[in-house]
């Protein structure tokens, strides 16, 4: 990592949920977040749902987000390097990040060293036992079929019936993340099955909903990057150390 320079890591912004005004709201709050790091930041992770909804087709994008695009245009045209995870609920990313933003879309899980430490990157959806039927959908909308089916769709009828979809989120519901048991926090039991076999200093995930910072074996953490709706909250690396944060202008 160049010398002052640090990664950033943050996850559900859910840009278009819940209505327009609150969406604009959190827009603005993010582009300030951005513009806060943008000078030692050398690479930023926005490790999934970063949209409520995103289809790409051939030559249509969703509508808005122009001054979050702005800002990320502005930030790679400076070197910053962008990577973006597919999310659940804005897995259908092709190709307009990568010409726009020179962009590395991750579908699935990322492997990093940085000085020295281990990083093991995913949006968090999936994984762990259980929840059949969700990783049965995911198969089926992560498929060519699928997304030529609903290429097909006219955008008006196809982003309307995503729209409709994505207000049944927990997101759009409301629901209080921070009620859940311990014993539900799958991620963690994931990130501990996977340090028996190969060690990672720091699990990083999104898709909870709720920031959490977790000591591991063999000292590694766990970390959940929460989300922009309630918590504003992020991770940086500087080198040595990963820290959970909350952006609080």
């Known amino acids: ?35 806060m790091i943008k000078d030692d930041v050398a690479e930023l992770f926005l490790m999934g749902d970063v949209f ?16 979050f695009l702005g800002k990320l245009a502005q930030l790679t045209d400076s070197g ?31 492997e990093i060293e940085r000085s020295g430490k281990k990083f093991y990157l995913h949006h968090g959806d999936g994984l762990g036992p259980g929840d059949k039927f969700y990783k049965f959908l995911k198969k089926f909308f992560r498929s060519g079929v699928c997304q030529w089916l609903f290429a097909r769709l006219h955008p008006n009828l196809g982003v309307g019936i995503a729209n409709a979809w ?5 997101i759009a519901g409301a629901k209080d993340e921070h009620k859940m048991q311990y014993q539900q926090e799958w991620l963690e039991t994931y990130s501990r099955e996977m340090l028996k076999t190969q060690h990672f200093d720091y699990f990083v995930f999104g898709h909870r909903h ?26 940086v690396f500087d080198g040595t150390e990963l820290s959970l944060r909350y952006f609080t202008q």
């Not at 005004?21 to 582009?31: G, H, K, L, V, Y």
């Not at 909804?53 to 994008?61: D, I, L, N, R």
């Open 80 to 110: 910053v390097k962008l990577y973006l995870f597919k999310g659940n609920h804005d897995m259908w990313m092709f190709d307009y990040f990568v010409t726009e933003f020179n962009a590395t879309i991750i579908t699935n899980e990322l």
């Open 1 to 35: 990592m160049p010398v002052g320079k640090n990664l950033y890591f943050a996850s559900d912004f859910h840009l278009g949920a819940v209505s327009y005004s609150s969406s604009r709201e959190r827009e603005d709050r993010i582009i300030r977040w951005l513009d």
């Open 210 to 235: 709720l920031p959490l910072d977790i000591a591991l074996p063999d000292n590694a953490r766990y970390i959940n990057l929460g989300e922009w709706v309630n918590y504003n909250s992020y991770a």
């Open 52 to 67: 409520d909804f995103w289809f790409e087709y051939k030559t249509v994008v969703p509508k808005g987000y122009v001054r």
């Open 166 to 170: 994505s207000r049944q989120s927990r």
